[in-house]
């Protein structure tokens, strides 16, 4: 019998992450959760691949150091840049999964015109890790992407509901209106907070894969598949919020994208 005293571990580049966190500890509330946000690194977004492989590896350690016994990359960034390589460096034994190939696998099921738009960071736009996991699961879906810079720090400074949004929400996703998509990836930990925004400009007709709803959904099947790691899960429900930097600023925005107050640790990474 496995000894029932792991956790589930979340890692994101910032607060971001709690959004998705909020909605997999509602989908699957029995287990204890450890969330690490690298706050005093972010945003990743803009930074080259090897410091984002460099910074995500540390941070993944940190998890597992911390009796993870299933790590969840829920930085969009990190998951382009770093997962696949870690994945290939830790085996089997230590299991860690994204966000990505779940919200690829959402839009390629929802998508009639095959016509997808995927918003991401600077970073995740150009991997093209999106574009090539479309494209695998269908080569005949067509993918157009954007690039979205300024909306991580307009959301962190708190300014989501600006007029400056607004504006800005017009300007990233007016190509990929004028390329006719039918679904659209939200690509980025922050823009989750951004979906009614977005709704009201692209109108009711195209499908939004938010990865908050999507990712809560293929975890529970995973686990569900996996006995040998569900197995190994501890019954405590609860969640351990960590933050490599001043924890103050951490909790005031995390609670907003975790919906209730929280309490976080500071970590050194
Ligand atoms: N967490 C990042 C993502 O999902 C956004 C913030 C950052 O750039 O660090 O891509």
């Known amino acids: 019998m496995a000894r029932k005293n792991k956790r589930i571990g979340i890692f994101d580049s910032g607060f971001g992450g709690?959004?998705?966190t909020r909605y997999?500890?509602?989908?699957?509330?029995?287990?204890?959760?450890?969330?690490?946000?690298?706050?005093a690194r972010a945003p990743y977004g803009d930074r080259p691949q090897e410091t984002i492989y460099e910074y995500t590896k540390q941070a993944v350690d940190f998890l597992f150091a911390k009796n993870c016994g299933i790590v969840i990359i829920a930085c969009n960034t990190a998951s382009s840049d770093a997962l696949r390589t870690?994945?290939?460096e830790y085996g089997a034994k230590k299991k860690v999964l994204g966000v990505l190939i779940p919200a690829a696998e959402e839009a390629v099921e929802r998508t009639k015109n095959r016509r997808v738009g995927v918003i991401a960071t600077t970073g995740t736009v150009a991997s093209e890790k999106f574009v090539r996991e479309l494209e695998k699961l269908d080569p005949s879906v067509r993918v157009f992407q954007n690039a979205c810079p300024l909306l991580v720090p307009l959301v962190e400074a708190g300014r989501q509901n600006s007029p400056e949004a607004d504006a800005l929400l017009k300007r990233y996703l007016a190509p990929l209106l004028r390329n006719r998509?039918?679904?659209?990836?939200?690509?980025?930990?922050h823009y989750g907070i951004l979906e009614r925004k977005i709704r009201k400009i692209i109108g009711p007709d195209i499908v939004i894969v938010s990865e908050a709803?999507?990712?809560?959904?293929k975890l529970k099947q995973y686990l569900?598949?996996?006995?040998?790691?569900?197995?190994?899960?501890r019954r405590k429900p609860g969640a351990h919020l960590y933050s490599t930097d001043r924890t103050d600023n951490f909790r005031t925005l995390g609670s907003k994208f975790f919906g209730r107050p929280i309490r976080v640790e500071k970590a050194t990474l």
């Not at 699957?28 to 690490?36: F, S």
């Not at 709803?213 to 959904?217: E, H, K, L, Y």
Request: glycine fraction near 4%; include cysteine; hydrophobic fraction near 35%.
């Open 18 to 20: 709690l959004h998705v």
């Open 24 to 39: 997999i500890t509602q989908a699957l509330p029995d287990y204890e959760y450890v969330y690490l946000g690298d706050t």
């Open 86 to 88: 870690i994945q290939q």
């Open 181 to 189: 998509i039918d679904t659209l990836i939200l690509g980025c930990t």
């Open 213 to 217: 709803r999507v990712v809560p959904r």
């Open 224 to 233: 569900k598949k996996h006995a040998e790691i569900e197995e190994t899960l």
